[in-house]
């Protein structure tokens, strides 16, 4: 079956540091990438996606690339801030209108 | 804010009992899905609706079902409660979009069973 390995947390890094939290995965066909974010006492919330090899998702800062030959979609950003302090997953989805298979998450926590 | 709500926020209760979790999705979105977040499990799949229709199952226990109604709305019925349920219950809708469907997630169900 699917699954999703994530770099195990927690992740501590001053502000305006450089940021990548490792996400690879294992699938059959073509699956969509996802990063998503959470902030405490919250929800999910979508950050970015990519839907096939080579894709770049961007939003907000933080990029991840769909990489098929290191079946990988690490997760960076070139200067965090305070704002970034969440728990971010990395999940993948093995078609349309399929579930989310979820890495167990990295807590990230930006000190000023 | 996700247009994904859910209800109640706080469920507190105690063992052998039984409580519904409700989710309305977003307007138009046909597809409901049900996670479980637990410490030791993660985010885990539990079931999938898709217009009034189940559509996938993950690892949901027998003592759970749910159903998903003709307004599209959605209920999670979990019965026979164990400590170990205790968790954060996500309903999600998804939205087809042009480079494929995306998953909004609600605000959860904090569950605690005493």
């Known amino acids: 079956g699917n699954s999703v390995t994530q770099m195990e947390g927690p992740v501590t890094l001053s502000e305006e540091a450089f940021l990548t939290i490792n996400c690879t995965y294992t699938?059959?066909?073509?699956?969509?990438l996802f990063w998503y974010v959470q902030y405490p006492g919250e929800g999910l919330q979508l950050l970015l996606k990519a839907t096939k090899a080579d894709d770049k998702g961007s939003n907000k800062g933080f990029e991840a690339t769909y990489r098929k030959e290191t079946t990988s979609f690490h997760l960076e950003k070139g200067s965090v801030q305070v704002s970034d302090s969440a728990v971010y997953f990395c999940?993948?989805?093995?078609?349309?209108?399929?579930?989310?298979?979820f890495g167990t998450g990295t807590r990230l926590t930006i000190i000023p | 804010d996700s247009g994904v709500t859910q209800t109640p926020k706080h469920l507190i209760t105690a063992t052998g009992q039984r409580v519904t979790l409700r989710c309305s999705p977003r307007?138009?979105?046909?597809?409901v899905y049900w996670y479980q977040q637990s410490l030791d499990q993660g985010l885990q799949f539990l079931i999938q609706y898709y217009n009034g229709e189940e559509r996938a199952k993950g690892n949901i226990l027998e003592r759970f079902s749910a159903q998903q109604f003709p307004d599209l709305h959605s209920e999670l019925n979990l019965s026979s409660l164990e400590l170990g349920d205790s968790a954060l219950y996500f309903c999600?809708?998804?939205?087809?979009?042009?480079?494929?469907?995306?998953?909004?997630f609600g605000p959860g169900t904090r569950l605690t069973v005493l």
């Open positions: 699938a059959t066909g073509y699956p969509s």
């Open positions: 999940a993948l989805s093995g078609g349309f209108i399929e579930k989310l298979t």
């Open positions: 307007s138009g979105d046909l597809s």
């Open positions: 999600a809708s998804s939205v087809v979009t042009q480079g494929g469907d995306e998953q909004f």
